[in-house]
């Protein structure tokens, strides 16, 4: 019913820039709040970013000053632009939105996941 479409991804060297999106389609209600998780191997899925539907915004304190998070709430996407990546931002970075529908009600949907590599 409901499909999160990441793109973006991709190898970057260190002091570099992406920019990551994820698109919303499907029997959508209401999008409430949209973020950015990442989890690199042998770790665990952390936040990096988020961002409600008012445009109200959170960071992890190791991405702050670097990754801006936004969204335009007519095209159910929201973006991540990544500055000054650094080897230790490598990880799949995950799409999440908390988003109501007729059928299901309100739960959180998942992207399939974007790999950012960041190395010389």
């Not at 992406?18 to 709040?33: D, E, V």
């Not at 801006?68 to 990880?91: C, F, G, H, W």
Request: aromatic share 8%; proline share 2%.
């Amino acid at each position: 019913q409901v499909q999160l479409v990441e793109s973006g991804g991709g190898l970057v060297q260190p002091g570099g820039s992406l920019r990551l999106s994820c698109a919303a389609s499907g029997s959508i209600f209401h999008i409430n709040a949209m973020g950015w998780y990442r989890q690199a191997p042998g770790k665990e899925r952390e936040l990096v970013a988020d961002i409600t539907s008012g445009g109200s915004t959170n960071y992890a304190d190791s991405v702050k000053g670097r990754f801006t998070i936004s969204r335009d709430n007519a095209k159910n996407t929201v973006y991540l632009q990544m500055n000054s990546l650094k080897p230790e931002d490598t990880a799949v970075y995950y799409c999440n939105a908390l988003i109501d529908t007729v059928v299901a009600g309100r739960r959180h949907y998942w992207g399939q996941g974007t790999q950012v590599t960041v190395s010389s």
